[in-house]
């Protein structure tokens, strides 16, 4: 069975992918070689760490245990960690299975289930944002992934290639350096994974991710100009995958997946909880609003004061059963998005700081992500829809992994079994 590498390409839509094809001539040519899910439907809630955790477990939020980017602790919303997960992961199965694993940069992977761990670029910023409202502390589980020193074998591959085994030092004093520092940050990333599987002693399983693409379309617009010069430069990254994969004879060796973790919509209003629900506990998710209620009292007055604003409850199976008495889940009509951060409002409505989101009232199609597979355990071929929970089983049937325990079937059949029908 080949090797396995998983690039997670943050919240490209399945829209933006299918009309924008020619910008993305790597994409497209594993496609032309592969198998592709048309519209791989996004977790529920449809946001980012949710979306890291399906891809590495293979079952819903209220299994896994990561339903939103904040999850309730019975205190409070608090970041969500890899800890938090409560099945085994892709990377865990591997290596019990004695397989050979490295994540370099992909979010949600507990450094203990791997061999070689560089930790995302975004961890540090992770534990504490600028942007969070109040100040929220950093949690043992963050500051172990952010603060993982890869080790010697990483640094040697880095040094055969050529490669500088740290990030670049940029001054990140305007937000014009902070985005050069993702950019580079993440292509450096890419880097890593080529050179790792490129490597004599490579990985039997690489996890990677980038996520400049869902940075720029929330600050400057879902396929705006600058949206898809960084899904180019994604794409860009994945050809350079594939030119160490060449230079070292081993393309064929590599089974490859390329997906997003969810997708983005425009967004034409932001709803202000803060305003609207002074006092209440509540924790955005693009177009979901999750409250933990202090009692029935609270949650019929959350319930009436968002009805004024179209805004509706949402069934709460995706959060773990015994915690669906204490939060609840609303979501808003199309377009509409919550924003909580900015604590000098005074209007329950205002213009969108981020233009484009996700985490929209789940079924819509705007979060619908793109999926692409190709190498020797690969049939040609497509589906037009495919559940989330499908990700998982998939990429271990790749690797040769048991699929006991996942709740869902692959997508496609393994190469070998395809031509034998």
């Known amino acids: 069975m080949a090797n396995l590498m998983v690039l997670m390409i943050d919240g490209v839509a399945a829209d933006h992918y299918a009309q924008d094809k020619g910008r993305f001539p790597h994409f497209a040519a594993l496609e032309a070689r592969g198998f592709r899910i ?4 996004s977790e529920v809630l449809g946001t980012s760490l949710p979306g890291r955790t399906s891809i590495l477990t293979g079952v819903t939020a209220d299994v896994s245990g990561v339903y939103g980017n904040k999850i309730w602790d019975g205190e409070v919303f608090r970041y969500a960690n890899p800890d938090d997960i409560r099945v ?100 450096a990333m890419f880097d890593w994974v080529g050179a790792l599987a490129a490597s004599p002693n490579a990985p039997d399983l690489i996890l990677s991710e980038f996520l400049i693409p869902d940075i720029f379309q929330h600050n400057i617009g879902y396929r705006s100009d600058l949206a898809h010069w960084s899904v180019m430069q994604a794409d860009a990254a994945l050809g350079r995958i594939q030119r160490w994969l060449r230079s070292a004879g081993v393309e064929d060796e590599w089974n490859i997946a390329v997906l997003s973790d969810h997708g983005h919509s425009h967004i034409d209003k932001a709803l ?38 179209d805004v509706e409850p949402y069934p709460r199976t995706c959060v773990p059963a015994e915690m669906r008495d204490q939060v609840a889940i609303f979501v808003s009509p199309e377009r509409i998005s919550f924003e909580q951060d900015n604590l000098e409002a005074t209007e329950p409505i205002l213009p969108p700081k981020a233009v484009s989101s996700h985490g929209q009232r789940p079924g819509l199609p705007g979060d619908d992500r793109f999926a692409l597979f190709a190498g020797p355990a690969v049939p040609q071929g497509s589906v ?38």
């Open 88 to 187: 085994m992961t892709l990377p865990a199965r591997a290596k019990a299975a004695d397989m050979k694993v490295a994540s370099i940069g992909m979010g949600m992977v507990r450094p203990d289930d791997t061999h070689i761990f560089h930790g995302p670029w975004w961890s540090g910023n992770f534990i504490q944002r600028a942007r969070d409202a109040e100040a929220v502390p950093a949690d043992a589980s963050w500051l172990r992934v952010a603060m993982h020193v890869p080790g010697t074998e990483f640094e040697q591959v880095c040094a055969d290639a050529g490669l500088p085994s740290k990030l670049p030092n940029i001054d990140m004093s305007s937000e014009a350096q902070k985005a050069m520092f993702g950019i580079l940050a993440d292509m």
């Open 38 to 41: 048309e519209r791989l439907k």
């Open 272 to 309: 202000q909880p803060q305003v609207i629900l002074p006092g209440v506990r509540t924790q955005s998710e693009g177009g979901c609003l999750m409250v933990a209620p202090r009692d029935a009292d609270e949650l019929a007055m959350v319930t009436e004061k968002l009805a004024a604003f």
């Open 384 to 421: 037009a829809v495919a559940a989330a929970t499908q990700v998982a089983p998939t990429l271990a049937m790749m690797l040769g992994l048991a699929l006991d325990g996942f709740p869902a079937q692959p997508v496609f059949a393994p190469e070998a079994q395809v031509a034998a029908k």
